[in-house]
């Protein structure tokens, strides 16, 4: 399994695999073309609310994660979260995210979740 996060703002590489938006939001000044996005699973995205919590310091990361981690337990976020695995066990699966900081972000906590199956 091969699951990596990049900024959707880098150029696409050819080892790529799958691309996914894993953002609820579309990036800013940034045309669909050029981010060459293959799957967008709004509702494997944090929710607004938890978005909006996060990004005004809040809570810590952890807090972040877990509460993250509790919204993916809703049955469509589970299913995607599923479907995920599926694509980065036949190959390379590259997670996108606007966030400047991607280690600190929902998107660690995805391929958190996708590399070690708990979900």
């Known amino acids: 399994m091969s699951v990596r996060v990049r900024r959707v703002y880098e150029s696409p590489e050819a080892d790529d695999g799958v691309r996914v938006l894993v953002d ?3 990036p800013r000044g940034l045309s669909k073309d050029a981010a060459h996005v293959d799957e967008w699973p709004k509702a494997l995205t944090p929710s607004t609310d938890l978005r909006r919590w996060y990004h005004a310091d809040e809570g810590s990361y952890e807090e972040f994660s877990d509460r993250y981690e509790a919204e ?3 049955p469509e976020a589970a299913a995607l979260l599923s479907h995920i695995r599926e694509l980065a066990a036949k190959g390379t699966v590259t997670l996108l ?3 400047k900081e991607p280690d600190t972000s929902h998107a660690a906590v995805l391929v958190r979740l996708l590399e070690d199956g708990s979900r």
């Open 24 to 26: 609820r939001l579309w």
């Open 72 to 74: 993916l337990d809703n």
């Open 97 to 99: 995210t606007a966030a």
